[in-house]
């Protein structure tokens, strides 16, 4: 039996079982120790990237350890978002405020490490005592010279994904500042892409080699100068559409630009997001070199595909990741592979998403919003799964249970991304089903199910 809270019950739905009710985009309930993060961490893992800027968190020391060096995002040149800062606020500066402390950290760090911008983010206590951090920011950075923008995100208000808000909300700030009348007619933005283990470059290469010219990249790889250019593109093409639409939204609304929601998980969703890119220039000869690349690309990974899909013919895999979008890619990258997905969840999809996961997912998969362990411990066991696709907080649920993981959140250290990146998330989840290594763990019950045909 599934003991899941009375408030929850219209979170969680089995496809078949009608009628049809699935809640979601709305706060965390009270006490159910949900596996979503905060307002504050949604808004620092979309800007974290930006290698070039300062990234600074007002508030308790906390706050900046939770989210340090949070993502594996790489940078082909500067680094300095690997670096944490904080005001590290105590007891006296809420009792006093902290503006005056915000300043002068401002413009010691941005006199030490020369940033081409800073963030400033605001956390639970700033939102609770009410400095005036947008005031701070504009002095500073009319004494500095550098764009100094505020994010406001106290963890408190809403979901994570008022964070990704607060987050494009400083970027658009961002937009328009810098001249683009050498931008070519073919060009775009990459948005929601973060370079976790370099992803960023295996997408910017594909487009590159159709002939598209990438304007900026946000926020994988990022730098100031590229974001102020985002105005610069003829089209967005939008991979984690829960983060970045807010921003695609707002490009549109200011600068006529149009995008898409692609995915670049798996061979269909790759493939499709190039050609709709080729379609949308109406270039012949683009679309020419768009089915070559495709051609060669899934020539090159499907004999290894093939060995892998004999093993894994019929598992049963549960996913539980960050947005809906990378939710459908995994469902059909696992088909691929002979595999069946029984539970699906994510932390902030939308009822739209939900009812697309649903449309995609077979019969009897568990659909799930914000979940906590004890739900996921309690499906993964009911639906005898033999792999757990999630990020580092839902490891620890897979291990405990005795079953293969696959880390396909922010901190993986493999490309997951492209027809390369199939090849990766094949031989990721063969080597974690097919281990031997679960034969020798005390018996969580998930196996049993799973051998008596569950
Ligand atoms: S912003 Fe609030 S919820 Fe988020 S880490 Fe800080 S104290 Fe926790």
């Known amino acids: 039996m599934v003991n899941i809270l009375k408030e929850r019950r219209n979170q969680v739905h089995r496809k078949g079982k009608e009628p049809w009710v699935l809640a979601c985009e709305k706060s965390s309930v009270a006490g159910s120790v949900s596996q979503r993060a905060c307002v504050f961490c949604g808004s620092r893992v979309v800007l974290y990237p930006v290698a070039d800027a300062l990234h600074i968190v007002h508030g308790p020391i906390g706050c900046a350890a939770y989210t340090w060096d949070i993502r594996g995002a790489l940078s082909s040149g500067p680094e300095l978002h690997r670096m944490s800062f904080s005001t590290d606020l105590n007891e006296m500066d809420l009792v006093h405020g902290a503006e005056m402390k915000l300043y002068r950290s401002l413009v010691e760090l941005i006199d030490t490490y020369q940033p081409r911008a800073a963030f400033v ?119 984690c559409s829960g983060s970045m639409t807010h921003l695609a939204r707002s490009l549109e609304d200011k600068y006529g630009i149009p995008y898409i929601r692609v995915s670049f998980f798996g061979i269909e969703d790759t493939a499709a997001a190039l050609y709709e890119v080729a379609k949308f220039f109406g270039d012949s000869a683009m679309l020419d070199r768009t089915r070559a690349l495709v051609r060669e690309e899934v020539a090159a990974i499907m004999p290894e595909l093939k060995t892998y899909g004999e093993d894994l013919k019929g598992k049963r895999a549960a996913i539980y990741v960050g947005g809906a979008f990378k939710a459908f890619s995994l469902v059909r990258a696992l088909r691929t592979l002979g595999m069946r997905t029984v539970l699906a969840g994510t932390q902030t999809g939308s009822a739209e998403d939900y009812e697309q996961l649903r449309d995609i997912c077979d019969p009897d998969t568990v659909i799930i919003d914000d979940a906590n362990p004890l739900e996921l411990c309690t499906f993964l066991k009911e639906q005898g799964c033999d792999v757990f696709i999630g990020g580092v907080k839902e490891r620890a649920i897979a291990y405990k249970l005795g079953l293969g993981f696959c880390d396909h959140n922010h901190e993986r250290k493999e490309a997951l991304a492209g027809f390369i990146g199939m090849r990766n998330f094949a031989r990721e989840v063969h080597a974690t089903v097919m281990s031997p290594v679960w034969r020798l763990v005390p018996s969580s019950g998930v196996r049993e199910r799973r051998e008596v045909g569950v």
């Open 121 to 239: 983010y605001s956390t639970c206590i700033v939102g609770l005592i009410g400095d005036d951090v947008e005031a701070i920011c504009k002095r500073t950075s009319a004494e500095k010279g550098i764009p100094v923008l505020p994010v406001e995100a106290p963890g408190f208000a809403g979901t994570k994904k008022d964070g990704y808000k607060a987050a494009c909300n400083a970027l658009f700030r961002l937009t328009g500042t810098a001249p683009v009348d050498d931008v070519p007619p073919h060009a775009i933005n990459i948005l929601g892409d973060f370079n976790v283990a370099g992803e960023t470059w295996i997408i910017r290469n594909y487009y590159e080699r159709m002939g598209v010219h990438v304007v900026a990249t946000a926020t994988g790889d990022g730098r100031v100068d590229d974001l102020r250019r985002l105005h610069g593109a003829k089209l967005n093409v939008v991979q």
